[in-house]
């Protein structure tokens, strides 16, 4: 995607709560510079505002925007620098509002370089501490094509004067550098002279490859040459765009720390955004490798700290960057702990609208009581196996399917009722069986008197969400993997580890075997592969293992663990690490080196499962980019894994439907279980949409009926439905052709 953004997000001084507004200048749809806000007093949706670029100037790449010192009515203009296409020039030019009254429309101000300047990318802007007037500066860096080089240089303008014009300063880069993309700029607490530093990151050609590198200015004297600092990414790296750079208030030394987050290539080619930090206690201390932010990454990224701070700890990160095709997505970093994941916010602007695929039909409402879809003389209908008659089990969610012992297994989550929540327990989980032969109408399931007990291990949990994720068979035992040891992120639920353990009795009681993952790896969905070796791997028979990590907020990764493995009691797997020149893939002993399958960004609960009516490999998923159940098909377990289909559109078909809308009478609102309160104003949400590949049917070369389960939070219950998907090569107007009844299969 070309990118949308740059240093392209700021927390204003307006709004009416205790926190400022988020501000951004990004580049929409049609190509034009508009601005975006979000009130942090009314919940945190992004909202698109006035344009900043006029109808006729043609937007050549990402903005930066400031809050100025230049104050009306108690509010500091916004300014932005934004490169425009003149002719067959690119030039730079400053844009500005009078945030007296918010509905002022934006002013083009002056061109910022000069007639013989040739704009190679797009600039930052910050605003110093060299005052005239009561004003700081505005001080810029932008890239210059200069002959066949690309080299970086400062622009500055006096505001003692608006009507100043801009001035160019001195190069920043060394005649040896060969700049690869926009710099960033700040003004740093190095004070010398009675001004602080300035300090810039820019990408730099390095042979082959590109880096991350520091230059910073002495302020002590305008005269001063730039000097160039660290490398901040190492030799292993390839930057795959611009680093946005800040100071943080994590104080070593009298010094804050310098934080980036800058877009790297994968061994696949992907983009990831990850973020770097250096102690500043000694400017001489290498710079450091932080956390992934997205494996999604579609661009660049821009980082912020933000008023957001917890019990006295250093103030919020927060992150916009470009995502998958065409979004962009907010992150936030809270850092009253430094271990604390990246968290996704919001998606700003988001992938194209999705057409709901047109054969999707929920079959039965497979837990609880009674299915609040249908109504008879004021009463609901049964649910189809009445759990809470059955055993007391009253809702849960989930209803993950594998085969053991000739029969069908389901593993449930969170389960409410009897005989699951008792003294020292929230909630239990629940598996259950079935020895049906066909899903046409429902299925008949059969519950385990007891919720799982896992025996051995350290610091096992069994709370809410610690859920059993998959399963398999394995010389005559059943094999479960668990999430356990969840833990709270501000008011987000994080899963902690996926963990291993095996039943002799069905179900009833497990032991540990032994942890598999506390990154890449904590959701999974697992299949069992017996020839391993036409994909390179030759370790014998195993488990394709697909993962997730951070929950809702992650990408789909590939592992595979042998059985042997499994029965010596180890963990030792390989993972996806790409593909080689030849399209063959590469596999690695460590989790570090897996690689996203493809771009989500958003990915919790999924499931794989292999088709043999398509004879393609098939993962749905609960999406935020866009809303809804998604699907994808593959001819390998590692992809190539074809564009996103909507299976299921919560808005077209779940709310009103077989899901609550908050405060309308559609009677599918249920009573809280775990706590009393009829649920009214709590809106249901679709996930786990877990395959039941066991009851897969179709027609060969023509389609797949693919049933799978579907959880709705509000009624909090596991439904049971199917999806007709297509072969590749033919579309659902194919399907019209066959004249089937997709009921009947």
Known sequence: ?????????????????PHGNFEAAIINHEGKLQHWWRDNANGETWKPGQLITGPADQVAGPASIIQSDLIQNGHGNFEVVVPLRIGNNTVLWHFWRNNADVNTPWQKGQQITGPEDVVAGPASIIQSDFVQG?????????????GNNRELWHF??????????????????GPEDIVAGPASIIQSDFIQGGHGNFEVMVPLHVGSSTALWHFRRSNADVTTAWQKGQRVTGPEYIVAGPGSMIQSDFMEGGHG?????????????RKELWHFWRSNADIATPWQKGQLITASAGGNGCIIRSDYVSSGHPHNFEVLTDECSQSVVHYRHLNEDVTFPWLRRNVVIGEPALPQMKYVQKVAQLTGEYDRTAWKDGQPSFAFN?????????????????????KVFFLFGDSWGRHWNKAGRTTFDAIAHTTDLCARDGLHLTFNKQAPVISGGDHITQVEFDVPLDGFSLDGRLYVFFSSNHFKVGNAAVMGRSILCVSADEGLNFQYIGTYSGNKFINVSVVAEQEPARYNIHSGAGLWIWGSGRYRSSDVYLS???FANILNGSMAALYFAGTNPFNQPVWSEAEADAVALFSAGCIGEFSVRFSKYLQQWVITYNGDNPRGIILRTADTPYGPWTEQQMLFNPFTNGYSKIMHSAHTPDKLNEPAFWGGGDRYGEAGGEYGPYQVSDYETGMIGRFAKIYFTLSTWNPYQANLMYGIVPVKGSTEADLENLHVDFTRF
Do not use: C, Y
């Open 1 to 17: 995607m070309s990118p949308r953004i740059f240093n392209s997000l700021i927390q204003s001084n307006m709004g009416g709560g």
């Open 134 to 146: 009561g004003h700081g500066n505005f001080e810029v860096v932008v890239p210059l094509r200069i």
């Open 156 to 173: 500055w303008r006096s505001n003692a004067d608006v009507t100043t014009p801009w001035q160019k300063g001195r190069r920043v880069t």
């Open 257 to 269: 720390n310098f934080e980036v987050v800058v877009p790297l290539f994968s061994s696949n080619g």
């Open 386 to 406: 009445r759990t809470e008659t059955q055993l007391g089990l009253q809702g849960t969610d989930l209803g993950v399917s594998f085969r053991h012992n000739a």
């Open 560 to 562: 595979f663990l042998p």
